[in-house]
């Protein structure tokens, strides 16, 4: 489980061993959301929307970088 990045407390995993599509794990206290990394929809967990918006932000701007880490991490789903 590693972490990618963190931001205003905000966790931001990728896991080995994952399924497609391609997305991301945020943490923040309690709450916990899965983001795809191409559409940046979310697909599970509930996050506020101050953070949640913190999230799109970062994924915006490090897009690439989710993408070659999860592929890295997952390359059976390449």
Do not use: C, S
Request: net charge positive; no cysteine.
């Amino acid at each position: 489980m590693p972490l990618i990045d963190l931001i205003n407390g905000i966790k931001i995993f990728i896991y080995n061993g994952e399924h497609r599509p391609a997305h991301i794990h945020a943490r923040y206290n309690d709450f916990e959301v899965i983001i795809t990394i191409e559409a940046q929809t979310v697909k599970g967990g509930h996050m506020p929307r101050k953070q949640l918006k913190l999230i799109v932000d970062w994924l915006n701007q490090n897009q690439d970088y989710a993408r070659k880490v999860f592929y890295e991490l997952n390359p059976r789903l390449k």
